[in-house]
């Protein structure tokens, strides 16, 4: 089993950028898929980004290609998620899932992830 906790969230100005960090506590760690997910109030949660067990691939939702960009520690269990040249449509609660490492194509879908953080609030003003 495996624990997350999101970090990094806040408030900034459109243009700029923030940096999350998602921690994880438990079992092999670098056994996992780890994915970043995104809700705006009234909408329906969304894929924004997702990274393959070892690092080695990575896979972005269209609308945050070449702004974001997601890494991870397998050493330090962490998995981030920098975000440059924000839009107030970036405006969401990040979360942070996990899941055993599975088929490729499946890395976008929410019910594949069995682990979730709590949720970090992002909110980037005109």
């Known amino acids: 089993h495996v624990q997350l906790q999101a970090f990094g969230g806040g408030l900034v100005q459109a243009g700029g950028s923030l940096r999350l960090s998602c921690a994880a506590s438990?079992?092999?760690?670098?056994?996992?898929?780890m994915a970043w997910f995104r809700q705006a109030p009234g909408k329906e949660r969304e894929f924004v980004v997702a990274?393959?067990?070892?690092?080695?691939?990575?896979y972005y939702a269209d609308s945050v290609k070449g702004r974001f960009t997601i890494s991870r520690d397998n050493a330090r269990n962490t998995v981030y998620l920098q975000m440059n040249s924000l839009k107030p449509e970036d405006t969401a609660v990040y979360y942070c899932?996990?899941?055993?490492?599975?088929?490729?194509?499946?890395?976008?879908?929410?019910?594949?992830?069995?682990?979730w953080g709590q949720g970090t609030q992002v909110t980037v003003s005109s």
């Open positions: 438990g079992r092999a760690f670098s056994s996992h898929d």
């Open positions: 899932a996990a899941r055993i490492r599975g088929i490729l194509s499946t890395m976008r879908f929410a019910s594949n992830y069995d682990y």
């Open positions: 990274i393959r067990s070892s690092g080695g691939s990575t």
